[in-house]
């Protein structure tokens, strides 16, 4: 498929049970929409919800010929993921070859669309840093996650975009649908391709935080099994718990002091990471979270290891077992 150079394509998959999930959706998709920008600009989305959603998200966009919203075909459903299958579906639907893949949390704004356009002219994939309309306690803890990990590894966090060149991406062939890291699964297929990969820092894309409580334990889980794709960090996290008995039996105060030792090293790397990463978005204190998140990972690392052994986690209704 042959796709223009001279406009963005944005690209959303949707499979959501609630329209209170896509508030202020509407909204930013319209403001984009109308501007004038200097480039033509489009907006996809593959919407897997229920039919009484679909509809109600089909009568906001009825009228702009410049949002096209399907329902992905039962053809492109081959893959375990379908979040993957939606997407490789919108790329029948895209015209432009600099394509913008957001999760439906984000509210992509004017200044966004402009900082990133001059990016895919030299670059095949990237991504950036996020920012949140809510500063509230579980959007901090997962940002003391990408802090960490943006220092900690050559990949950079993931957060729910990527931004490629879909000509590019079209010549080098879809990746694997069947993966759980879908992200990660499509930034490889560029990688392993010698493609330009980059991590742009600077730019930051607004997203919501509204996920309860019980779906920010059920993310904890999801994400370490995730890490299934990183051997070494999910081998790390496995051992920390057996390290932390064995030193217990022996002493409970080796116990303390490797907890502490721990606790500590993940607030110095998030205060670093801070520095570098947090522009000023977030509150001075953010760092001083990250224990609250490193500390679900050596309990939520086993859960996942056991559902790996078990034949997988369910992920958007469909059990997935492979990682990437």
Known sequence: MRYQPNGVSILIPIKVSALRTLGGFRECCEELILYNFPFDLEIVIADESPEEIFEEVDSWFERCSRVTHFRPRDESRGGQNDKMNGIYDAMNYIKYESAILVDDHYRLSVENILQLKPLFSRYDCFKCMVSFQEKNLKALIDVCGMFIINLTHPFHQFHGHLCFNAQTLSKI??????????????????????????????????????????????QRVRYAYENLAFPLRFAWHLCVLPILITCALFELKYALGWALCLTAGHILLALWGQIKYGGNRFP?????????????????????????????????????VKPV
């Open 284 to 320: 001075v204190w953010t760092f001083l979270l990250s224990p609250l998140w490193f500390w679900f990972y050596p309990f939520t690392s086993w859960i996942a290891a056991f559902m790996r052994c078990s034949g997988g986690i369910y992920f958007g209704g469909r059990k997935i």
């Open 173 to 218: 062939g879809f990746p694997s649908r069947d993966g759980l890291f879908d992200e990660l699964t499509l930034e490889l297929q560029f990688h392993e391709h010698g493609k330009t990969v980059h991590f742009a820092e600077g730019i930051f894309l607004m997203t919501v935080h509204h996920t309860t409580w019980g779906r920010f334990l059920e």
